[in-house]
């Protein structure tokens, strides 16, 4: 079965960085598309970053800030979040879906990423 696992969250200061990390089983790495969504309390979910064989996309309030990457040979996407800002504090989860399909509905644990001074 699918099986995301997010790793790396923690309390940061305001301008610091985090290293976030998705491994992924039970799906075709390779072909997939990923992203990184993010969720704050009282807020629903939000894409921040997408990444194809070749092609990454962020969405605007992360643009210059987060960069997404991925490893095929490890199964795993990460996101290196630097700036970070109080408004970034959210739980992050990884995803996948292919070209031909919308966003999984299987969820990982997520991480919490919290940004405080």
């Known amino acids: 079965q699918v099986q995301l696992v997010e790793s790396g969250g923690g309390l940061v200061q305001p301008g610091g960085s985090l290293r976030l990390s998705c491994a992924a089983s039970g799906i075709i790495f390779r072909s997939s598309i990923l992203g990184w969504y993010r969720q704050a309390p009282g807020k629903q979910r939000e894409l921040v970053a997408t990444i194809t064989s070749g092609y990454t996309s962020y969405t605007d309030s992360v643009k210059g800030r987060f960069t997404i990457s991925r490893d095929n040979a490890k199964n795993t996407v990460y996101l290196q979040m630097n700036g970070l800002k109080p408004e970034d504090t959210a739980v992050y989860y990884c995803?996948?879906?292919?070209?031909?399909?919308?966003?999984?509905?299987?969820w990982g644990q997520g991480t919490q990423v919290t940004v405080s001074s």
């Open positions: 995803n996948y879906r292919t070209p031909s399909t919308t966003w999984s509905n299987s």
